[in-house]
């Protein structure tokens, strides 16, 4: 009995002080802190997930949560400081940081997946499922996605929330489009495809639906897969304008927004897409791949096309084209897909995880 008396103290002693330190944070205003961390390689090329991080942590601190990026040679201190850890990806090799936040410091941890798993003979799905079911909460960008990996992995639909992709409100400021127009040499009307070249985004398949049309395309984003890249170029006639990547956010990048007459994202999976977030707070058309969650966001706002099939990629593109605009699409994308938005969804995550822990 006295041994199970003092093992009971000791247990209550740590549960309140547990509970004091929370206090003791609440009392002198010390803010949440957030460690985030992504695969070593992801900003070697980024992209939409990469964005999603950085947008994260801005509007996180805008808020008054101190975020942290993580850095192997200061892991200890970082450690020691979080409160949570915010992973983000399930790319390979994911899993080894993951058991380290779960098993050796014992930190509450979040995981962003940025996957919708179209086939799995695609993917290391027990490498995935091993890396999601360490997390205590995974926040997907779509109730989509949400059920798809729950099911996939038969996991609790409870462990799943899904927090918004968004916008930076300088999209939703109209921009000049002969910034664009002067800076590329581009007088003739264009639909716009913003993203990395590579298999994923299908930018070949749409230079193949296009061709003949008379529809000018730009290309706009880095070449992701060198091969691939070139077999587009190998492809393309003089209405197709490959212009590189534009800075996101920059006048350029929202100029070409204004400059264009649609813009077209048939990729063969998005979880949205934040270019086509962007174009629709920038008041363009959109036609979009119906692979992926982009349904959700979008409503009946877009077009969609099955990105497999040619005939189906052209048909969206000129019914696009021949829709009036609506300005209404841009209001409704500001009153649900902000970063701002985002941050209050995690902000919300954070606390209930860390009330669950404690």
Known sequence: MKKNGALQYLFLNSYQLMNSFALLRVMHKMPLTILFNTYPVAFDCPGGGEVQLLKY?????AAGVHVIRYD??????QFDQADIVHYFSVQGGSWRFCIHVQEVRKVPLIISPIIWIDDPAKYGMEEIGATLRMADHILP?????????ANTFDMPP???SPIVNGVDDIFFVQADPTVFRNQFGIQNKFVLCMGNIETRKNQLRLIEALQGSGIHLVLAGQEREAGYAAQCRAAADATVHFVGVLEHGSELQRSAYAATEALILPSTLETPGLAALEAAAAGCRIAVTQEGCTREYFRDFAEYMNPYDTTSIRHSVQTALNSPRRPEFSTFIKEHYTWKHAAQQLIAIYNNVLGTRG
């Open 57 to 61: 942590m801005e509007q996180l601190e």
């Open 72 to 77: 192997p040679w200061n892991a200890k201190k």
């Open 141 to 149: 960008n779509s109730q989509a996605e949400c059920d798809q990996l």
């Open 158 to 160: 409870s462990l799943f």
